[in-house]
């Protein structure tokens, strides 16, 4: 009763016991059996901490052992239970029964110990070994004799263990209740009346073991006495206790330990059997005993890691059922049969390529069931990865960068952690981590080359590709997707973009218009290729397009004027000799290159024999001596044909008249030519006359003073204005004299009896007052315009006769007739000038007026 009471009391004691902490140590107390989601106590209370943290900080609960039986509620903070435990199953008759968990916090890493002691509950029945004890006992017994019963045995501790024993009402047989060394009870069949075979052979008895639980549970036997003659002696073991050591991973079969026992009677009450008396479920599972040798053997599997020692009660018992007991205890010695496990805690994957150096990439844990030695664990990776290994708390271990990491050179790794123990010989184990490496915008996209060079064909098509740029850039997805653009610029003041356009994504240049080679040659422009990261990142690069000629302009005749404009007639002296010097086309072309180099041909002539035209120069000459009975009036077709393929060419015509004497010159009615006056031309006549008729005026006076002061006679006008190359446009060069006159050739003007016309008569060549024939005549310092009054050379001899009044005054009509000239053959240039709003170069009319 009193057992009972104590056993209450413990009990309620434990159900209101509350968990207790110890600062960086927890430690809980509850019983087994509790349901699932059980709250053993709250983790984030008794670590003075924030529930919230629990969860940012990504704990956890870690245990050596395969099973976990708790777990943390994240929300609250609560230590609950996730699986029912069975704290016989799980230790036996240890005591006490506690579990070891290691609570982790990361960010930054924590380890807390965690123990669980699990309380026993009286959830489990005594029982005896057997179903039924047998007995034979001598009619003999005298009253009081005491026979030593099997002890029933209760999985449950302490006070729901085995507490005392009960007999069943009978007039032979009381009951005495012992406890033995280990606190476990035992109970003797005590003899109060004396037997009489004859009255009774047999006596059946319940005998019934109570436990000290609430509410107490119990188990019974059947006990079987038969009565016979006398049995003076019980078995006696060799030793009390018997204490063995047993390797893990022994072999079924193998011998243990042999008890023994001896009996001093003889025969039947001598014959000792041997078996166990009280032991767990488990032990019984393992081992076995021979019931004659007493031989204890193996039978299952043996683990260190799961039962360190086993304790055995053992009984020899002889023929009558006198009995006595023993203990044999089996202490499981390790072997290193368990290689190290390696548990990975947390990853952090992908990791940033600029993550700092020391940066923890992942945290894991090392474990290993055997003991000693063979538990002492070394963990190592392999050398050529930019990581290593920091030992933390116990067995914890953190995997940290040694060095910057560049996704461009390596884009992940695999890190083999291997973990060895001290054994003999050792046993390891290895887990590879495979880590990626995430992309930063670290790189600017990088052109394939330092600068572009594209050559297009002038006249090309609107949208024609010029050219292709590219760039890579190493980064991943977005941060090394390129895009190309075109950075804002002008070519000749117009925006670039309204000449090229450029695909964003392929880096291919068109042309948004077509080229003209005689507008501009080239040009540059800058090609931006930007990557999509965040912040973006670029390069600029410079294309160069250059624009290809393309024969597309036909030659452009300056001399003579063509047809509708002017008519242009030159006289011939009739004694021209062969080779001699007759006029002189000028043309040039808009093209460059071959594509401008022109040649000459006269296509027509009114006397094929006549004249010949110089291939390149463009140069009239006799073939022969004119003679009287060639015609006077000469017309020539000339063409002019560039080199370009296919080549385009021009014609225009030339008018001679042959003749020394102007007044032998009829009147040239049938030389018509179309007459385009218009009103801008007649207004710059009127202004011309107007300054002509005051500066003649001058003249005059300047002449007499002149002729009165001095009566030495002179050439009326020996020279003519020559036709210079320097009225040429700059970008024609001349080729052996093509283009221009020759310097060395001059020429005498005389009028036409046709108003506004003018001739040329071939005098003579001289080279006083001219550059040599291998330059180009090019104004210097003392050459004026043709129009300004030095611009005529003017031959005088004191040999030569006295000019006349009327030579003076013939020549500054001529003055006066040729400026006419020059308006009407230059009005309409002119005038085009003033409405299309074109710069008007007066020098370049002046020099290119014949």
Not at 73 to 96: Q, W, Y
Not at 496 to 506: E, G, L, M, R
């Amino acid at each position: 009763m009193a057992c009972s009471i104590l056993s209450r009391f413990l009990i309620v004691l434990v159900l209101c016991c509350t968990a207790y902490a110890v600062h960086g140590d927890l430690t809980y107390t509850f019983p087994e059996e509790t349901k699932i989601q059980y709250v053993i106590g709250n983790i984030a209370k008794d670590l003075e901490i924030d529930a919230k943290q629990l969860s940012t900080r990504r704990a956890r609960i870690d245990t050596e052992d395969i099973k976990r039986y708790c777990d943390i509620n994240m929300r609250t903070g609560d230590l609950t239970v996730s699986e029912t435990i069975d704290r016989e199953e799980l230790c036996g008759s240890a005591v006490p029964c506690t579990l070891h968990y290691e609570l982790v916090l990361e960010n930054p890493l924590e380890i807390h110990r965690v123990s669980l002691q699990i309380q026993d509950i009286n959830d489990n029945n005594p029982r005896f070994p057997n179903d039924r004890i047998a007995l034979e006992i001598s009619e003999s017994a005298i009253k009081g004799q005491r026979f030593r019963l099997d002890e029933a045995y209760d999985s449950d501790i302490e006070n729901n263990g085995v507490c005392g024993y009960s007999l069943e009402k009978n007039k032979y047989f009381g009951l005495s209740v012992h406890e033995n060394t280990d606190r476990g009870k035992y109970a003797e069949l005590v003899l109060e009346t004396e037997l009489d075979r004859e009255q009774q052979k047999e006596i059946n008895i319940i005998l019934t073991a109570t436990d000290g639980g609430t509410p107490p549970r119990s188990g019974t036997v059947a006990l079987h006495v038969t009565v016979l003659d006398a049995n003076d002696n019980s078995p006696v073991f060799t030793q009390t206790v018997y204490r063995v050591t047993l390797a893990e991973n022994s072999p079924v079969g193998t011998d243990v330990v042999r008890v023994g026992a001896a009996d001093a009677d003889e025969g039947a009450n001598g014959e000792i059997t041997y078996e166990f008396s009280r032991a767990s479920d488990k032990t019984v599972k393992l081992f076995s005993i021979d019931r004659t040798t007493g031989q204890v053997t193996v039978k299952g599997e043996i683990d260190y890691e799961k039962e360190k020692y086993h304790e055995i009660g053992v009984q020899a018992k002889d023929g009558p059922g006198l009995a006595s007991t023993a203990k044999i205890i089996i202490d499981i010695s390790d072997i290193n049969d368990n290689a190290p496990r390696i548990i990975l805690k947390s990853l952090n994957s992908p990791i940033q390529e600029n993550a700092a150096v020391g940066t923890e990439v992942a945290i894991f844990n090392v474990q290993d069931k055997d003991s000693g030695d063979n538990r002492q664990i070394i963990c190592s990776i392999q050398q050529n990865v930019p990581f290593k290994l920091n030992p933390s708390i116990k067995n914890y271990f953190s995997l940290a960068t040694t060095s910057i990491l560049d996704r461009e050179q390596e884009t992940d790794y695999n890190i083999t952690i291997t973990a060895t123990d001290g054994g003999s010989p050792p046993l390891s184990s290895s887990m590879t981590i495979h880590l990626s490496v995430a992309d930063i915008n670290d790189n600017a996209p990088v052109f394939d080359q330092k600068s572009y060079s594209s050559h297009v064909m002038e006249n090309n098509k609107p949208g024609t590709s010029v050219c292709s740029v590219s760039a890579g850039d190493p980064d991943w997805r977005q941060n090394g997707t390129v895009l190309y653009s075109l950075v804002s610029s002008e070519v000749n003041g117009v925006p670039v973009s309204s000449f090229i356009s450029i695909n964003a994504d392929t880096g291919v240049i068109h042309a948004v218009r077509s080229f003209d080679y005689e507008q501009f040659r080239n040009f540059k422009v800058q090609v931006v290729a930007r990557d999509n990261g965040s912040p973006p990142l670029s390069t600029n690069v410079t294309v160069s397009v250059f624009i290809t000629d393309e024969n597309d302009n036909s030659p452009q005749i300056l001399y003579p004027a063509p047809e509708g404009k002017s008519l242009m007639t030159e006289m011939v002296p009739k004694a021209a000799l062969s080779g001699s010097l007759v006029s002189k086309v000028i043309a040039v072309d808009a093209d460059s290159g071959q594509n401008a180099w022109l040649s000459y041909q006269i296509v027509k002539s009114t006397d094929p024999g006549l004249f010949s035209i110089g291939l390149h120069s463009g140069e009239i000459r006799a073939l022969r001596d004119i003679t009287e009975s060639d015609s006077m009036k000469q017309n020539l077709i000339i063409s002019v044909k560039d080199n370009g393929q296919p080549p385009l060419s021009a014609t225009c015509s030339v008018y001679l008249l042959i003749s020394d004497n102007l007044a032998e010159v009829p009147e040239l009615k049938d030389m018509t030519y179309e007459e385009s006056n218009s009103k801008l031309t007649s207004y710059l006549i009127i202004a011309l006359v107007s300054v002509s008729t005051f500066f003649l005026t001058f003249i005059i006076l300047m002449v007499a003073v002149r002729f009165c002061h001095r009566r030495k006679p002179r050439l009326l006008f020996d020279g003519a204005v020559t036709i210079p190359s320097a009225y040429l446009p700059p970008n024609y060069a001349e080729v052996e004299g093509a283009g221009t006159l020759r310097s060395s050739y001059n020429y005498d003007t005389y009028l036409t009896t046709g108003s506004r016309t003018s001739d040329f008569k071939f005098i003579t060549s001289y080279n006083d007052n001219t550059l040599p024939s291998v330059q180009t005549l090019n104004r210097i310092q003392n050459q004026n315009d043709p129009f300004e009054e030095n611009s005529f050379i003017v031959a005088s001899s004191d040999s030569e006769p006295s000019a006349s009044p009327l030579m003076n005054l013939r020549l500054i009509i001529l003055y006066v007739f040729t400026a006419v000239h020059f308006l009407s053959n230059r009005g309409t240039d002119i005038l085009r000038a003033v409405v299309y709003n074109l710069p008007l170069d007066f020098n370049r009319l002046i020099r290119t007026t014949p």
